[in-house]
């Protein structure tokens, strides 16, 4: 096996866990947490009733490890693009970099408020603190799914346009198209679901 198909193995891995970890955050005792729930403290004391303070601390260790894992399938794609197209390589490399940098501190920032606000006892205080905190943070989130933009495009127009070896239809693993298709589905970590899709597929095509 080659050390790119190597790198997407760990890809994959990466992926799957990141993606546990974001059910970690996403699934409660107490139900599914929704962002809307953070406007009612009545609603959101319910979903986070007797969840283990160590779900979120598990989500955010945890989760900094899957994208170190994950990094190795960004990195090996965006060089193999090198030989193809220079400016999307660059391009996927930025974006990489982008969701390697943003993306943890975005991880840590959604796992810390939930701890908070469980050691806090679920409190209207603790409510508003936590609310507070992930609106003046939010720029990691934003950013961090920039740089899956950025990456997914630069990786989608070369496949598109047959710069590369792969056929046209191969397009559909990337992980762009991939997160729209599961948007309707509203699983937890859909991000994470694509991008072990993404890489798994393209162990077979490359």
């Known amino acids: 096996m080659s050390a790119m198909k190597i790198a997407f193995l760990i890809a994959v891995a990466g992926h799957l866990l990141c993606g546990a970890c974001d059910c970690l955050l996403t699934y409660m005792p107490g139900g599914r947490f929704h962002f809307e729930d953070m406007k009612d403290n009545k609603r959101l004391s319910a979903v986070f009733k007797n969840m283990p303070p160590r779900n979120p601390l598990l989500s955010m260790l945890l989760g900094c490890l899957a994208m170190f894992l994950f ?41 810390m408020p ?80 694509a991008g072990a899709i993404m890489f798994l597929g393209l162990i077979f095509l490359l």
């Open 71 to 111: 990094a190795f399938g960004y990195l090996a794609l965006a060089n193999w693009m090198r030989a193809y197209s220079e400016p999307c390589a660059a391009l996927m490399l930025i974006g990489t970099v982008l969701v390697l940098t943003f993306g943890v501190a975005h991880h840590v920032f959604c796992g």
């Open 114 to 193: 939930e701890w908070l606000y469980v050691k806090m006892g679920r409190t209207e205080e603790a409510r508003l603190l936590i609310t507070e905190f992930f609106k003046k943070t939010s720029v990691t989130l934003i950013v961090c799914y920039l740089g899956f933009l950025i990456f997914g495009v630069s990786l989608f127009v070369p496949v598109v346009s047959l710069w590369t070896p792969l056929p046209r239809w191969a397009c559909v693993f990337n992980i762009l198209p991939l997160m729209l298709a599961l948007i309707p589905i509203r699983v937890g970590g859909s991000g994470n679901w």
